[in-house]
Structure formats: structure tokens, C-alpha cells
């Protein structure tokens, strides 16, 4: 049976380099590839870790994907 992918939204500045490897390790996608908001202060980590969802809120694809059209994660790439 396949686990469930949720999304977590980090703060960037809450972790020291070896946590973020940490962190990584756990992600599906390697983390400097993860959708970072304008200020690159916080990311969104998709991943099956059941370690690190239990000590973050879990978003599914559909709340994500509303979160993501907030100001805050819009950037002029994406515009």
C-alpha cells in the first residue's frame, strides 16, 4: 500500500543546514527544487514522511494548490 503525499510548509530560518538535509532526504522532490514563496523565506515540501508530518499542519493537492495563489507565493515567474 502507497502512502499518502501531503504538503508541509516550511520556514527556512527555523532549521540549520543539517535539518534541512535532514529534511530533504525525507522530500519527494529535492528540496532546492520545491516552490519557494517571494522572499524565499518559507517552501512547500511535498513528501510521504510520516515523521515530518506529524510536527507540521498537512495540506492535501487540493489546499495546496489554494495556497499557492495566494500573494505570497506568486512570483513574477509565475505571472
Do not use: G
Not at 535539518?19 to 522530500?27: G, H, R, T, V
Not at 524565499?40 to 494548490?65: A, D, G, Q, W
Amino acid at each position: 500500500m502507497s502512502q499518502a503525499i501531503e504538503y508541509i510548509i516550511i520556514t527556512i530560518a527555523n532549521y540549520t543546514t543539517e535539518q534541512l538535509a535532514a529534511i530533504d532526504e525525507c522530500c519527494t522532490t529535492n528540496i532546492k527544487h520545491c516552490r519557494y514563496n517571494n522572499d524565499k523565506t518559507k517552501c512547500i515540501v511535498k513528501t510521504t514522511s510520516p515523521t515530518l508530518i506529524s510536527n507540521h499542519t498537512c495540506y492535501n493537492f487540493t489546499e495546496i494548490s489554494k495556497i499557492v495563489l495566494k500573494e505570497e507565493w506568486i512570483t513574477e515567474e509565475l505571472e
